[in-house]
Every structure is written in C-alpha cells, then in structure tokens.
C-alpha cells in the first residue's frame, strides 16, 4: 500500500485538524463538514487522521464489521472470533446510486438459491471507520439527509423489497465542499457537528513550506512518512487517551451557562448547537489530558460548532448578529476585567446589548438541555432495472396487465412544488396481482418468477 501524507505534516491548518481529531474521540459531535477551495488538503487531512485511528475489535468475517456492543444486532454473530482490524476509510463517489449506499438485493444469490439474501453497501462498510463524502453538496438531498440521519443515530434499518434489515452504522462522517460549485440547504447543515472553512494562506513563506514538503512527499513518499512517524504515532496516542478520559471531563456550571449564553448570543437555531458545543468543549479538555472544561475550551468549540448554525436576522429586527469571533472577544475582555468568564457573580450569565442597545433575555439554563434527535423521511430517487432473463425464467413470468396501469396521483412535496408520488417512493414489498390491484410491480415479478424456477430445480 501506498504511503500515506502524514496528518502531523499538514501546514497551516490549525481548526482543520482540531475538528478532525475531535470527532474521532467523540463521535456523537456529528461529523465535519470542511468548506474551502480546491488544493486546501481537504481530503489530504481526512485520509490522513483515518491512519491514525486506533485499530477496531471486529467478529472475524462479519460482512456489517460488527464488534463488541453489536450484539443486538441480528446480522451480528457474537460467537464469531474478535480480531483487530484496520478501520475503513470508505469514500463516496459522486452519482452513487441509493442502493450503493444503503445495500439492496443480491439478485444473483437470490436467483440461484431461491431465497431473499442482502448485499451491504456503503453504510455497513463505514461502520467503525470513517465515511468520506467529496463534494457533498452535490449529492442529491435525499442522499445527504439519509447519510446524517444514520451519522446521528448510529443505525440503518432497510425495509425494501421484501427484506428488512437492521444493522450498526457508526461511522466518522466528514464531508467536504466548495461554496464556489453549490450551497448546502441550511437543514443540512445544522445536522453536521462543525463546520471548518479553509482557504490556502497568504503568507509567502507558509505557502513555501506547503510545497517544499508536498515535493518531498511526491520525490520519495515513504521517507517522508518516516520523518514524521513519531509524530503521528504521538498524536494516536493522545487519541486513545482522549477516548479514555472525555466520559470522566466534568463541565462546572458557570461553564455551562457560558456554552448556553454563547448559543444565544450568536442566534443559534435550536438545542442541537448547546449540546455540540458542550461536547465538543468536554473533547477539547480530554484532549489536552485535563478532566475539567474552561473557558478557552468553550470559546474553542464554539468557533466550530456556531459558525453554520447562525439565524440571520431582518434589518427591523435588529440585523445581522456582530461576528463570532467579536462575541467571544467581548466575553474575554469581561473575564479580564474581573466579572469571571461572562457569567455574573450568582452563575447566572450576564445580560448582553444587543445591536440595537436593547438587553437580550436571559439565555437558556442547563435544565432546558434535551438530546433531542430530528426525524426525518428520506426518499429516493428509483433507478430502472435493466435485467436480462434467464431462458427458463421466461416463460414461468406471467405478466396479468391487461392495459396501461393509471398513473398515481400529484402531490406537493414539502419544498412546495408538485411531483409524480411515485418518482418518490421505494417498493418495500409486494402482493399477488388481483382485481384490487392498480399498478404491476415489475421487478417483484421477475424476481418471483426467478425465485420460483431456483426451488423447483432444487427439488429436481
């Protein structure tokens, strides 16, 4: 295998990194979503922190790399053999089909067995390793929010077709983008954890280092990984220390109030940005082997966690909110000047002016804090299916349409405009054809005529 570039090696890319290692100790954060123009070693940064996770406990031969805390899992057989093995760094192309991603049907071992088998797809392959989507605001909406939904929960059940599986899906999602080729839908988003943007820096001799190192990578890439080795080998083990200590980094309360002020301050939409925060800071802390959250971890999680999540506001309600970065400044020059790190003597926060001199209400306490996850109904997009028959598969595929089956009706989707229902809707099962029957489920057919000729040769 190839060398890969050093993670430590990377130059001038300080947020970049911090947001990579800190989701690869928590990952209920969410992922990163890292925004930039081309050639800012976007996925030289990913590709780099998936060589130094730490290798994962899996059951020898589990299709779903399934491991200890799977059990619960059908797919998962727990008497298999733990063995350690490398976590995957799986990429998304672009113009991956849904059924790549989420797994669909074996056709082949279905005809030849006669019995429904599954084929994972990408979602079972990142499971305990790192799930890389170039260009995501590319993909199709559906796609993106089917991704985040499973980043968030940690499961993908599919119900399609005649099957339903459920399996473990917990991944390091980092997803990257350039603004120049299309936005991401704020809903979107608001579901990535942090939100790094990068951009090539303007500084002569930084640039210099760039390229005289990224020269000595491309002349002899195996050298220049042992040049940086013991770097990279110390960063794994902040990592794995990190892991150990972050559920035990205790958040005393006037820090709490700082996280909570903070969301408010900025306009941040919803809870979710209070608990990124808060965890992201708890993160920080074990990282730096310190099992108490200060005030610079807070200020340091909120300048990943807030930047995407902020609500613009109307010139008569005030305009825009100052920038993040004067906000935070503001709370430092109050903790400078004695009145703790932003909260009043009694641990409450203090009141801050809002742009149009007005005191702001009080922000939310820890008591309104709920880990409250948003559901959503994905939908995809049906790929024709160009299946050629088998010669004694034919003639047992009996097709009872006698005319053309009536179209289903239009509905207005949520974005307002109105679209065939059926251009949305996956077949998760199928019935015999009968006089109640409206449309002719085509590839449930052929799939019944296959399955049905592979029984009746297995019983000759």
């Not at 809903?187 to 990068?198: K, N, T, W």
């Not at 935070?328 to 742009?355: F, K, L």
């Not at 299916?385 to 009706?409: D, F, M, Q, S, Y």
Request: charged content about 25%; overall charge negative; proline content about 8%.
């Amino acid at each position: 295998m190839s060398a890969q570039y050093p993670f430590s090696a990377i130059v001038a890319q300080p947020d970049l990194q911090t947001a990579l290692l800190v989701n690869a100790i928590e990952p209920r954060i969410g992922g990163v979503l890292i925004q930039g123009e081309r050639g800012t070693a976007k996925s030289t940064a990913a590709r780099g922190l998936a060589a130094l996770l730490p290798p994962a406990r899996t059951y020898a031969g589990s299709t779903f790399n399934c491991g200890p805390g799977d059990e619960a899992f059908e797919v998962c057989d727990a008497s298999a053999e733990l063995v350690d093995a490398r976590p995957r760094f799986v990429e998304l192309p672009i113009g991956t089909s849904e059924d790549r991603v989420t797994g669909t049907l074996d056709l082949e071992r279905t005809l030849r067995s006669g019995e429904l088998h599954f084929a994972p797809g990408l979602l079972a392959a990142a499971h305990r390793g790192v799930l890389y989507i170039d260009e995501v605001n590319l993909l199709p909406d559906h796609l993106v929010d089917l991704l985040l939904d499973v980043a968030a929960s940690g499961v993908h059940h599919v119900e399609r077709e005649g099957i339903s599986v459920r399996h473990p899906s917990r991944f390091l999602l980092i997803g990257t983008m350039n603004p120049e080729e299309g936005e991401l839908r704020p809903q979107f988003l608001d579901r990535f954890g942090l939100c790094v943007s990068v951009a090539a820096p303007v500084d002569a001799a930084l640039r210099a280092e760039i390229v005289r190192r990224r020269v000595a990578f491309e002349h002899d890439p195996e050298r220049f990984a042992e040049r940086w080795a013991a770097d990279d080998a110390s960063l794994a083990r902040r990592l794995v220390d990190a892991k150990e200590r972050v559920g035990a980094v205790v958040v005393p309360e006037p820090m709490l109030e700082l996280v909570t002020a903070l969301c408010v301050e900025a306009r941040a939409d919803g809870l979710r940005p209070d608990i990124t925060v808060y965890r992201t800071a708890t993160t920080l802390a074990a990282l730096d082997a310190r099992n108490e959250v200060e005030a610079d971890d807070v200020y340091r999680a909120a300048l990943l966690a807030l930047p995407h999540r902020r609500r613009r506001q109307a010139p008569q309600d005030g305009g825009d909110p100052p920038p993040l970065e004067e906000l935070i400044d503001r709370r430092r020059r109050q903790a400078h000047d004695g009145s703790g790190s932003g909260v009043s003597p009694n641990g409450a926060p203090e009141p801050s002016a809002s742009a149009n001199g007005a005191s702001e209400a009080p922000p939310r306490t820890a008591g309104t804090h709920a880990s409250v996850r948003d559901g959503a109904e994905t939908s995809g997009t049906p790929v024709p299916n160009r299946v050629a028959l088998p010669a004694e598969v034919a003639p047992h595929l009996e097709l009872a349409l006698t005319g053309r089956p009536p179209r289903r009706p239009a509905a207005v989707t949520s974005r307002g405009r109105a679209t065939d229902a059926a251009a949305h809707q996956r077949v998760v099962g199928d019935t015999a054809y009968g006089d109640g029957a409206h449309e002719l489920a085509t590839f449930a057919s052929m799939l019944r005529a296959g399955r049905r000729v592979a029984r009746a040769g297995a019983r000759a």
